[in-house]
């Protein structure tokens, strides 16, 4: 069983994912984007209708991504159980929703205009992470 955050664990929920009809259905997506869990920084790289590639990054890299969710772990850990325990994250769990609730946002960039890629593939990334509901996880 994977261990959230880790490069298995986003290994995993990206297999889920690129074999998801739903999650390719709502078309391509080409961003690079960074997942900051405390310390733990991992880059999904999005191509096309996939989730390309998982690799584990550090700070300095967060440059190089077009944007990064940014939360605790206690935050991802309720986010990642509560999208379990449901099937997919309700409108008071998807990450814009989280990024007004949370001072300074959850949602940061190093670029602005490469943050836009987010509010262009917003779908697609929260149905990424809501295919973890299949995901049986260790924390």
């Known amino acids: 069983m994977p261990v959230f955050p880790s490069v298995e664990w986003f290994d995993t929920v990206k297999t889920a994912a690129n074999d998801n009809p739903d999650f390719r259905g709502l078309g391509t997506n080409d961003t690079r984007l960074g997942v900051k869990v405390g310390d733990q920084i991992v880059q999904l790289?999005?191509?096309a209708f996939e989730c390309a590639n998982v690799a584990e990054i550090t700070e300095d890299d967060l440059y190089?991504?077009?944007f990064y969710l940014d939360m605790e772990p206690d935050r991802w850990q309720s986010f990642i159980q509560h999208i379990q325990a449901n099937g997919a994250a309700d409108a008071q769990h998807t990450f814009n929703t989280l990024d007004l609730s949370e001072p300074g946002g959850?949602?940061?960039s190093h670029d602005p205009?490469?943050?836009n890629n987010f509010f262009r593939f917003h779908l697609t990334i929260?149905?990424?992470?809501?295919?973890a509901a299949t995901v049986e996880t260790t924390y």
């Open 113 to 115: 205009y490469r943050m």
């Open 106 to 108: 959850i949602i940061k």
């Open 45 to 47: 790289d999005f191509y």
């Open 64 to 66: 190089d991504v077009d």
């Open 126 to 131: 929260q149905k990424f992470f809501d295919s």
